[in-house]
Structure formats: structure tokens, C-alpha cells
């Protein structure tokens, strides 16, 4: 089992920056791929980054690419989301996750444990 808390969620204006933690327990962190999730109201839940358990190859939405950083420190547990350039689109409830296979996936029905969430708002 995995228990995922993240934080850093907050309101900010559009231009500003966030940085999203997400800290792991009951589990070896390292062996575990992670990835970052956002669900604004009346959507479905969306991929937004991924990261390999070493941390050396990322994925990321289109639409965040060039704004947003994926990393993680596998000495503290604890992988983060950086977000730049924040845009009122960006405006969610940002999820962490847990994926216990090999393979870095975009799909959620993929990951085995997520986070409560926290909730990210962009004002224009």
C-alpha cells in the first residue's frame, strides 16, 4: 500500500508560478513511477506529467509543456510538479499518483494509488 499527500495548491494569478509536492509512504518510493493528474469541475480527469522511477525520462501534456516541470527526489519520497506561466485554464484539482509497473502511461485506469488532491486556481 501507498499513501500519497500532496501540497502547495493554492490561488494565484495568471503569469504567476506554483510548486506542487507530493510526498509517498508504505512503499519504496524508487520503484514506483509517478505521474500528476488535474480535474477541473464537469471534466474528466486529465494526464498532465509522468516521471520514470529514476527520474531520468518525463511525459507531458501538450498544453503544459514548456511550463510545467516534472522531478522527483527519491531520497525524500517526494516528487514535485513546478508550474510556470500559470494560465486560468490550469485552474483544477491536481492529483498525484502511484504506478507500480514498468511502463510510464498517460492512462489514470493505470496508476494503482492516487492523492486527495489539491486544488489549483488561476485568476485572469
Known amino acids: 500500500q501507498v499513501q500519497l499527500v500532496e501540497s502547495g495548491g493554492g490561488l494565484v494569478q495568471a503569469g504567476d508560478s506554483l510548486r506542487l509536492s507530493c510526498a509517498a509512504s508504505?512503499?519504496?518510493?524508487?520503484?514506483?513511477?509517478m505521474g500528476w493528474f488535474r480535474q477541473a469541475p464537469g471534466t474528466e480527469r486529465e494526464f498532465v506529467a509522468a516521471?520514470?522511477?529514476?527520474?531520468?525520462?518525463?511525459s507531458y501534456y501538450d498544453s503544459v509543456k514548456g511550463r510545467f516541470t516534472i522531478s522527483r527526489d527519491n531520497a525524500k519520497n517526494t516528487v514535485y510538479l513546478q508550474m510556470n506561466s500559470l494560465k486560468p485554464e490550469d485552474t483544477a484539482v491536481y492529483y498525484c499518483a502511484a504506478d507500480r509497473s514498468s511502463f510510464m502511461t498517460r492512462m489514470s485506469s493505470e496508476y494503482d494509488y492516487w492523492g486527495q488532491g489539491t486544488q489549483v486556481t488561476v485568476s485572469s
Open positions: 508504505g512503499r519504496t518510493f524508487s520503484s514506483l513511477i
Open positions: 516521471i520514470s522511477r529514476s527520474g531520468g525520462t518525463t
